[in-house]
């Protein structure tokens, strides 16, 4: 029996590294190669990186090593109750992770990609885990966001962006999202008495138990993961802004994209190659 489990393992894991990963890496090079043709300003932007500024690229891409590293940590921490993985375990799920969400709507591959690494048996069971890590980053944008408009009332209102009434609309709408979510996410327990009730459920309650093991000090930690993740993010576009000549400072930065970042919460999208013309379109 255990003979067999090993043997199914490592044709699994044969799979992965001499199929399903050169064929990935494959759609991921072609997919970037005609984003980058297709782009009007390209020639515009290698000038900007090809003088001084360049030194504000550098951090960016630093940056984005510490991002994906606070990521994996964090990834790591949800899944510990499951199963226990080191560091750089959990920093290629990531990075598998976000191979296999570029071309998903709202992030959907992503779960995939993480779970690939995981042992036979907790593959499902993680899946529920690293839902936790995304409704943990997810609220931290929610909360920022309100924040950024309230703070941007006035701007938003004398551009004439949106009516008076209909901002009151919006921002007490999310705050009452936010509301809800969090409640939600403290009460995660909630959720696996609720399946439990339903009828035929219990051969799936095992993939959702694990979170009723989840105590307020570890939601907590999330969102402190969360949050850091967040402000990386916005240190990374005031710099892309600084390397792009466009004059705002980091206050204006640090709002500005976290309402940016909710509406792209509240609307998702998808980008995916228009092979016959060689650009991209929005879909959703």
């Known amino acids: 029996m255990k003979l067999n489990r090993n043997i199914k393992s490592w044709n699994y894991r044969k799979f992965i590294n001499y199929f399903l990963g050169p064929l990935l890496f494959v759609w991921l090079s072609w997919s970037i190669y005609n984003e980058i043709r297709n782009q009007t300003g390209l020639k515009a932007a290698l000038e900007v990186f090809s003088s001084a500024k360049l030194f504000y690229f550098i951090p960016v891409v630093l940056l984005m090593v510490l991002n994906w590293s606070i990521e994996a940590m964090k990834w790591k921490v949800s899944v510990k109750p499951i199963q226990e ?19 998903t709507p709202n992030r959907i591959g992503e779960y995939l990609g993480r779970v690939l690494y995981m042992d036979e048996g907790n593959r499902l069971r993680t899946i529920s885990m690293t839902m936790v890590g995304s409704l943990s980053q997810l609220i ?32 007490y709408g999310v705050l009452a999202v936010l509301l809800v979510l969090t409640v939600f996410y403290f009460r995660l327990s909630w959720l696996v008495k609720l399946i439990n009730r339903l009828p035929g459920s219990k051969r799936f309650l095992y993939l959702v138990q694990t979170l009723e093991e989840l105590d307020a000090t570890l939601l907590l930690r999330l969102l402190s993961f969360s949050l850091l993740r967040f402000v990386i993010f916005i240190v990374q576009y005031y710099l892309l802004f600084q390397l792009f000549d466009v004059e705002l400072n980091m206050w204006q930065v640090f709002w500005t994209v976290s309402v940016v970042f909710l509406i792209m919460a509240v609307i998702p999208t998808l980008r995916l190659p228009n092979w016959r013309s060689g650009a991209t379109w929005p879909k959703r």
């Open 140 to 171: 931290i944008t929610i909360l920022m966001g309100a924040a950024g408009l309230i703070v941007m009332k006035q701007d938003i209102e004398a551009a004439q962006l949106i009516s008076g009434i209909w901002f009151q609309v919006i921002l």
């Open 85 to 103: 993985i080191d560091f750089l375990k959990a920093f290629r799920a990531v990075l598998s992770g976000v191979s296999f969400s570029v071309s």
